[in-house]
Protein backbone atom coordinates (compact mmCIF):
# COMPACT_ATOMS: atom_id res chain seq x y z
CA UNK A 1 0.00 0.00 0.00
CA UNK A 2 1.08 3.37 -0.45
CA UNK A 3 0.43 6.38 1.25
CA UNK A 4 0.77 9.87 -0.15
CA UNK A 5 1.48 13.11 1.89
CA UNK A 6 2.14 16.71 1.96
CA UNK A 7 -0.63 18.49 0.40
CA UNK A 8 -1.93 21.70 1.64
CA UNK A 9 -3.31 24.85 0.61
CA UNK A 10 -0.86 27.77 -0.41
CA UNK A 11 -0.75 30.77 -1.89
CA UNK A 12 0.23 31.13 -5.70
CA UNK A 13 3.81 31.29 -6.17
CA UNK A 14 4.23 29.17 -3.04
CA UNK A 15 6.16 25.67 -2.68
CA UNK A 16 4.64 22.06 -1.43
CA UNK A 17 6.89 18.74 -1.20
CA UNK A 18 4.66 15.73 -1.68
CA UNK A 19 5.97 12.50 -0.20
CA UNK A 20 4.81 8.50 -0.92
CA UNK A 21 5.91 6.19 1.09
CA UNK A 22 4.82 2.19 1.23
CA UNK A 23 3.22 0.94 3.79
CA UNK A 24 4.41 -2.25 2.88
CA UNK A 25 6.90 -3.81 0.53
CA UNK A 26 9.73 -2.01 -1.14
CA UNK A 27 9.80 0.41 -4.02
CA UNK A 28 12.76 -0.45 -5.13
CA UNK A 29 12.63 -1.97 -9.00
CA UNK A 30 9.23 -0.34 -9.53
CA UNK A 31 8.71 2.35 -12.05
CA UNK A 32 6.46 5.41 -9.97
CA UNK A 33 4.43 8.70 -11.28
CA UNK A 34 2.82 11.45 -9.71
CA UNK A 35 -0.90 11.48 -11.07
CA UNK A 36 -3.18 14.59 -9.95
CA UNK A 37 -7.54 15.08 -10.55
CA UNK A 38 -8.74 18.40 -10.73
CA UNK A 39 -12.22 18.96 -9.90
CA UNK A 40 -14.67 17.48 -13.03
CA UNK A 41 -11.46 16.40 -14.44
CA UNK A 42 -9.93 12.93 -15.19
CA UNK A 43 -6.72 12.12 -14.08
CA UNK A 44 -3.28 13.13 -15.43
CA UNK A 45 0.04 11.82 -14.66
CA UNK A 46 2.24 14.82 -13.92
CA UNK A 47 5.45 13.07 -13.47
CA UNK A 48 7.07 9.47 -13.38
CA UNK A 49 10.48 8.33 -12.32
CA UNK A 50 11.96 4.68 -13.54
CA UNK A 51 12.57 2.23 -11.04
CA UNK A 52 16.82 3.76 -10.67
CA UNK A 53 15.95 7.15 -10.84
CA UNK A 54 17.66 7.71 -13.92
CA UNK A 55 15.16 8.46 -16.51
CA UNK A 56 12.20 11.08 -15.47
CA UNK A 57 9.08 12.37 -17.39
CA UNK A 58 6.94 15.20 -16.71
CA UNK A 59 3.62 16.76 -18.58
CA UNK A 60 4.54 20.34 -20.01
CA UNK A 61 2.41 21.91 -18.14
CA UNK A 62 5.00 21.33 -14.90
CA UNK A 63 8.03 21.59 -16.71
CA UNK A 64 10.83 23.56 -15.14
CA UNK A 65 8.77 24.11 -11.22
CA UNK A 66 8.07 20.10 -10.49
CA UNK A 67 10.94 18.32 -10.01
CA UNK A 68 10.30 14.11 -8.92
CA UNK A 69 12.57 12.29 -7.06
CA UNK A 70 12.81 8.91 -5.17
CA UNK A 71 15.41 7.30 -2.28
CA UNK A 72 15.22 3.82 -2.59
CA UNK A 73 16.87 3.42 1.10
CA UNK A 74 14.32 4.87 2.32
CA UNK A 75 11.54 3.90 0.22
CA UNK A 76 10.02 6.86 -0.51
CA UNK A 77 9.58 9.18 -3.63
CA UNK A 78 8.82 12.53 -3.53
CA UNK A 79 7.57 15.73 -5.84
CA UNK A 80 8.91 19.09 -5.25
CA UNK A 81 6.77 21.36 -6.64
CA UNK A 82 7.71 25.25 -7.08
CA UNK A 83 5.94 28.55 -8.51
CA UNK A 84 2.48 26.59 -7.50
CA UNK A 85 -0.59 27.40 -9.84
CA UNK A 86 -4.36 28.01 -8.99
CA UNK A 87 -4.37 25.22 -12.08
CA UNK A 88 -2.50 22.76 -9.74
CA UNK A 89 -4.99 22.70 -7.37
CA UNK A 90 -5.69 18.82 -7.41
CA UNK A 91 -5.99 15.33 -5.63
CA UNK A 92 -2.19 13.85 -6.07
CA UNK A 93 -1.99 10.62 -6.11
CA UNK A 94 1.44 8.20 -6.01
CA UNK A 95 1.59 5.38 -7.71
CA UNK A 96 3.91 2.27 -8.62
CA UNK A 97 3.99 -0.10 -11.63
CA UNK A 98 5.83 -2.05 -13.94
CA UNK A 99 7.01 -1.38 -17.91
CA UNK A 100 4.29 -3.18 -20.13
CA UNK A 101 6.67 -4.30 -23.13
CA UNK A 102 3.04 -5.10 -24.88
CA UNK A 103 1.34 -1.89 -24.69
CA UNK A 104 5.72 0.09 -24.24
CA UNK A 105 3.94 1.69 -21.68
CA UNK A 106 4.38 2.09 -17.78
CA UNK A 107 1.23 -0.11 -15.89
CA UNK A 108 0.55 0.91 -12.43
CA UNK A 109 -1.06 -1.40 -10.19
CA UNK A 110 -0.88 0.24 -6.78
CA UNK A 111 -2.40 3.36 -5.50
CA UNK A 112 -2.00 5.56 -2.66
CA UNK A 113 -5.19 7.15 -1.03
CA UNK A 114 -4.29 11.00 -2.50
CA UNK A 115 -3.56 14.16 -0.91
CA UNK A 116 -5.00 17.74 -1.22
CA UNK A 117 -3.19 20.50 -2.88
CA UNK A 118 -5.12 23.88 -3.09
CA UNK A 119 -3.40 26.97 -4.76
CA UNK A 120 -5.14 30.43 -4.15
CA UNK A 121 -4.88 33.30 -6.50
Known amino acids: QLQASGGGLVQAGGSLRLSCAAS????????MGWFRQAPGKGRVLVAS????????YYVDSVKGRFTISRDNAKNAMYLQMNSLKPDDTALYYC????????????????WGQGTLVTVSS
Open 24 to 31: RGTLSGYD
Open 95 to 110: AAGSYDRMTQKVRYDY
Open 49 to 56: INWSGVST
